[in-house]
Nanobody, 115 residues
Framework: QVALVESGGGLVQPGGSLTLACQASRRIESTVAMSWYRQGPGNQRAWVATITIDGSTNYANSMKGRFIISSDNAKNTLYLQMDSLKPEDTGVYYC?????????WGQGTQVTVSS
């Protein structure tokens, strides 16, 4: 069994920055891609960004230019650097690791953007 633990969430003012981390309890074999999702208040979980095993990245349109997804495979850790945060970025952020044997999800970390 693999556990994914997110950290780095918190309260930040509009225009501020946060960096989220998602650490896996062990290396996940046959990883295909790693992603971040967000669930805002009253909303469904929505895709934020993905990094594939070859390093290619993709972002939801509203995150382009503000968020950067990266990974440190030696540390089994996925990151999401978030800049120029807006109130609409508020929500619970979840990491997801897609492997050939199934998907793994973290428990989520709360991000609140408010003055």
């Amino acid at each position: 069994q693999v556990a994914l633990v997110e950290s780095g969430g918190g309260l930040v003012q509009p225009g501020g920055s946060l960096t989220l981390a998602c650490q896996a309890s062990r290396r996940i074999e046959s990883t295909v891609a790693m992603s971040w999702y967000r669930q805002g208040p009253g909303n469904q979980r929505a895709w934020v960004a993905t990094i594939t095993i070859d390093g290619s990245t993709n972002y939801a349109n509203s995150m382009k230019g503000r968020f950067i997804i990266s990974s440190d495979n030696a540390k089994n850790t996925l990151y999401l650097q978030m800049d120029s945060l807006k109130p609409e970025d508020t929500g619970v952020y979840y990491c997801n690791i897609q492997s050939r044997f199934g998907d793994y999800w973290g428990q989520g970390t709360q991000v609140t953007v408010s003055s």
